[in-house]
């Protein structure tokens, strides 16, 4: 290519480049495919390669990654970065005392209207110098005393929102003053990242505490390598020094024109009016702050008017014009008194920290959770320790990591969840098991433990097991809080006279219940086996289990191997079925529920004798049937011998389809598997055999 068409092109190609970089990184709208963005790269760069003059500072192909520097050059600002003041009532009376002090300032009176305001998103992260001369940027530099920082250019031109050329601006000198941070989803899969680089051994890899933190250490970063590596982001919001342009009458008009020149710049912002436009901006930011998807400690408001911006002027290192309105924190740093450990209502046991009381994302913290044994031992979490809690908006509050550098010497040990407890729930005294590959240590005791009792008696008393009409949520509450009801047995000691005890219960439920229990005592050994709520043992493989033992004596006296001899149980659920009748709480319930008179036939009623014309034919239900209901449908079908499968695939013989049916529909078409309505079901399911 001769030298200056190759020179013409190359232009076209940065000047495309970096319009559809800014489509794609800061407009967040890309407009071409990832795959036509990387053939104008390449064509690019092969330019550049016959052609080594043309290579300029401002390329898209020069984000390259520098060499590791020994440290970081000393650059000194010549408009020194300054700070403002922090106004610390986090109540709306922040923005009415800061309204009334510029118009003090101003010598306004009453009588003049209000003053204008562009208001911003205060972005927690950490304030930079960009210098472009001639549209080009030359360097990047921290804040560091105001006076003078450190250059991070290398650093901070790896971050692909930051252009290396701005769009239509050649003034001299425009340094573009803004706040780089990391969104709290990359922070979170940067920090997942490094911990398994941990797992598999990395020494020198650490996790980070907060978005902030990382942001900062990743732009202070020697080798450029593992700057790159960590997903910086960067909003523009003021200027240092300029030379050669106009700059705009309004800062709200600063800030579209640094967008118009490719800049990112935050969408949350406002022209607002007078102290009460300010206070409704605060309000606004504060209830979507949640929603936000990076870290903000408060909102900034500064007079829009450049003209009153000058009048106003600076008190000692800040400005009069502008004030940083804070948010209750949603981190704080405490110390952890204890670690207890909370029984869930599915047996799940947590860690959670016992803290010194603070005041955290607008209320008093004194617990907060650890998650699982293996967050608490990553995160390395001991008595004594001063950890940062955090709490955004009704998220449960968490221990997001330990301060090291104030770790006592007398702290306590690592966390082990198995020897705090000595293998037993702290509520009921049962075995704790952790299986394979789960992350949760859970109590055994299943309907025996007490914190797990409301959970165990309606999953016993639901339909799909003893079917106890009458006994919803509601009840069980009811029944569980006023202590009528321990266990599960005890169900069915309950009379109209203890019922009476509760409020709110007529005696036409109360009539009813009773009826529902007696009604229950006629069941099924299948039925009986899954209202245990055995973990693992759902409504298929109690039905296994009914078939393949017959009596549940056998079932609560069967080895593992034998367990394993039934169709589809495997291991964990082998294990699972013996923890559970190891237990000899368990085994008690069992004889108590048979002691009040409960019975089943033994071999099921699904025994061989009755027809099986669906025997090894899977089924998908999709949409509402107009007479069934989808229990009714799947319980039929699996009378019939057949399987009620949740998905379709190539193995579904038959998809049986209602009203508002949805994708599996579509699926089944797609599959060419045979359709069925109601009434072609029925129709199978008289039918002598499939
Ligand atoms: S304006 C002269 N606007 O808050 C005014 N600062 O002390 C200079 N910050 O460390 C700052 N968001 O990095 C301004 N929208 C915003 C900001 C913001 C965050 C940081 C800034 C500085 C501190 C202000």
């Known amino acids: 290519m001769p030298e200056k068409e190759a020179s013409r092109r190359a232009a076209e190609l940065r000047e495309r480049l970096q319009r559809e970089a800014h ?129 991070v250019t290398q650093n901070i031109r790896t971050i692909v929102q930051i252009p290396l050329r701005l769009q239509g601006a050649d003034a001299q000198v425009l340094e573009v003053r803004g706040e780089v941070y990391m969104r709290r989803d990359q922070f979170d899969a940067m920090n997942e990242r490094q911990r398994e680089l941990i797992a598999g051994g990395a020494k020198n890899e650490k996790t980070f505490v907060n978005p902030r933190n990382a942001a900062a250490g990743a732009v202070r970063q020697l080798d450029p390598a593992i700057a790159a590596k960590r997903p910086l982001s960067f909003f523009a919001y003021g200027l240092g020094d300029v030379q050669g342009w106009e700059i705009p009458e309004t800062h709200s008009g600063l800030l579209d024109a640094l967008a118009a020149m490719g800049l990112p710049v935050c969408v949350d912002r406002a022209v607002v009016q007078g102290a009460e436009g300010l206070v409704a901006f605060h309000a606004a930011m504060g209830a979507k702050r949640d929603a936000l998807p990076f870290d903000i400690d408060g909102v900034v408001y500064k007079v829009n008017a450049r003209a009153l911006q000058q009048r106003l002027g600076f008190v000692t290192r800040e400005p009069r014009w502008a004030v940083a309105h804070k948010y209750p924190a949603q981190e704080q740093m405490t110390v952890v008194r204890d670690i207890d450990i909370q029984v869930g209502r599915t047996g799940k046991l947590t860690p959670v920290a016992k803290l010194e009381p603070v005041f955290v994302g607008g209320t008093t913290v004194s617990n907060a959770t650890l998650h699982n044994e293996d967050e608490t031992r990553r995160k390395d979490v001991r008595v004594g320790d001063t950890v940062i809690v955090r709490r955004a908006g009704d998220v449960i509050p968490e221990v997001v990591g330990v301060v090291l550098e104030r770790r006592p010497a007398n702290v306590g040990e690592p966390f082990d969840l198995y020897k705090r407890l000595n293998g037993q729930c702290p509520i009921c005294a049962s075995a704790i098991a952790r299986e394979e590959g789960e992350v949760d240590w859970r109590c055994s005791g299943g309907l025996y433990c007490p914190a797990q009792r409301k959970q165990a008696i309606l999953h016993f008393a639901q339909r799909r097991a003893l079917d106890i009409e009458g006994l919803g949520d509601k009840l069980v509450d009811q029944l569980v809080d006023a202590g009528l009801i321990r266990t599960l047995p005890e169900l069915y000691t309950l009379g109209l006279a203890k019922l009476s005890e509760l409020d709110r219960m007529g005696e036409k439920s109360a009539v009813n219940l009773l009826a529902g229990l007696e009604g229950s005592k006629r069941t099924t050994l299948s039925r009986f086996i899954y209202g245990l709520g055995i973990r693992h043992v759902g409504e298929t493989t109690a039905k296994d289990l009914a078939k393949h033992f017959g009596g549940i004596d056998r079932v609560m006296n069967a080895s593992l191997e034998q367990l394993l001899e039934v169709n589809d149980v495997g291991p964990i659920v082998a294990q699972s079925v013996r923890t559970f009748f190891d237990q000899p709480h368990n085994r008690e319930v069992v004889e108590q529920l ?97």
């Open 594 to 690: 048979r002691a009040a008179g409960l019975g089943w036939d033994e071999n099921d009623g699904t025994a061989d004798t009755m027809p099986k014309p669906l025997l090894g034919k899977t089924f998908v239900l999709t949409g509402t049937l107009p007479t069934l209901s989808r229990d009714d449908a799947k319980d039929r079908i699996e009378a019939a011998g057949g399987k009620v499968s949740g998905s379709v695939s190539k193995k579904t013989h038959f998809v049986v389809a209602g009203a508002e049916a949805g994708s599996k529909l579509d699926k089944a078409r797609e599959l060419g598997i045979t359709l069925l309505d109601e009434e072609g079901l029925l129709a199978l399911l008289a039918a002598p055999a499939v």
């Open 23 to 151: 489509r794609y990184y800061v407009l967040d709208e890309p407009q071409i495919p990832d795959a036509e963005y990387d053939l104008l790269f390449q064509e690019l760069q092969a330019i550049e390669a016959a052609h080594p003059e043309l290579l300029s500072a401002d390329s898209p192909t020069q984000r390259v990654i520098g060499k590791v520097l020994d440290g970081f050059k000393a650059v000194r600002h010549t408009v020194p970065m300054l700070s403002i003041r922090t106004e610390t009532d986090t109540e709306s009376s922040g923005a009415v005392s800061f309204d009334a002090r510029v118009r003090r300032e101003l010598a306004l009176t009453e009588t003049d209207p209000p003053v204008e305001y562009a208001a911003e998103l205060k972005f927690d992260g950490l304030a930079i110098n960009l210098r472009y001369e001639l549209g080009v940027l030359v360097q990047a530099a921290t804040r560091g005393d105001g006076e003078k920082g450190e250059d």
